[in-house]
T-cell receptor
């Protein structure tokens, strides 16, 4: 257990619907990362936060994607409207200090858009 | 930006033999190189990492080597066991940035 709780674990929805993925990290971390994993593109960083502030969102694919971190213990990744090509496993990861440090992943959300 | 290439994409070895996975990176300023193991349907888990001021690091059957001049680093697994079967990812982190750029992964299969 890396101390990162993601929900839901699985989500199946129809295209056009809004999807919200959630991440609850344990206390003590400084940074939070959102990744997307697909067979074709591998593990891609979407966005990361330092001390709840977005630092780099250059990996967010389109304006349909948005992420927030209202406090140190909660973050969301939202897709609106969703499309079939958004189907992937989405991981949240944390690290415990600034600078180059190990990242610890949650169990991920498997998202299927029909 | 940083680009990480990983080879081979698949690797099959006999139990007890050694396995080597290689990665190259493009940004000479990168200074942190972790390796992750991902079992089917599970999350990536950190198995070993190395920083640019070190040339080699070992942890039991796992070792990582780094050649900064050539900009490549490798994962070595000795005395492989069936539970080593998984997908392995290398990554590089540019200096001053926390982001990790991942390689495409290597599917390692250990044959009994």
């Amino acid at each position: 257990d890396a101390g990162v709780i993601q929900s839901p674990r699985h989500e199946v929805t129809e295209m056009g619907q809004e999807v919200t993925l959630r991440c609850k990290p344990i206390s003590g971390h400084n940074s939070l990362f959102w990744y997307r994993q697909t067979m074709m593109r591998g593990l891609e960083l979407l966005i990361y936060f330092n001390n709840n502030v977005p630092i780099d969102d250059s990996g967010m694919p389109e304006d349909r994607f948005s992420a927030k971190m209202p406090n140190a213990s909660f973050s969301t990744l939202k897709i609106q409207p969703s499309e079939p090509r958004d189907s992937a496993v989405y991981f949240c990861a944390i690290s415990f200090s600034l600078g180059n440090q190990p990242q610890h992943f949650g169990d991920g959300t498997r998202l299927s858009i029909l | 930006g940083e680009n990480v290439e990983q080879h081979p994409s698949t690797l099959s070895v006999q139990e007890g033999d050694s396995a080597v996975i290689k990665c190259t990176y493009s940004d000479s300023a990168s200074n942190y190189f972790p390796w992750y193991k991902q079992e089917l349907g599970k999350r990536p888990q950190l198995i070993i990492d190395i920083r640019s001021n070190v040339g080699e690091k070992k942890d039991q059957r796992i070792a990582v080597t780094l050649n900064k001049t050539a900009k490549h680093f490798s994962l070595h697994i000795t005395e492989t066991q069936p539970e080593d079967s998984a997908v392995y990812f290398c990554a590089a982190s540019p200096q001053g940035a926390q982001k990790l750029v991942f390689g495409q992964g290597t599917r390692l299969t250990i044959n009994p």
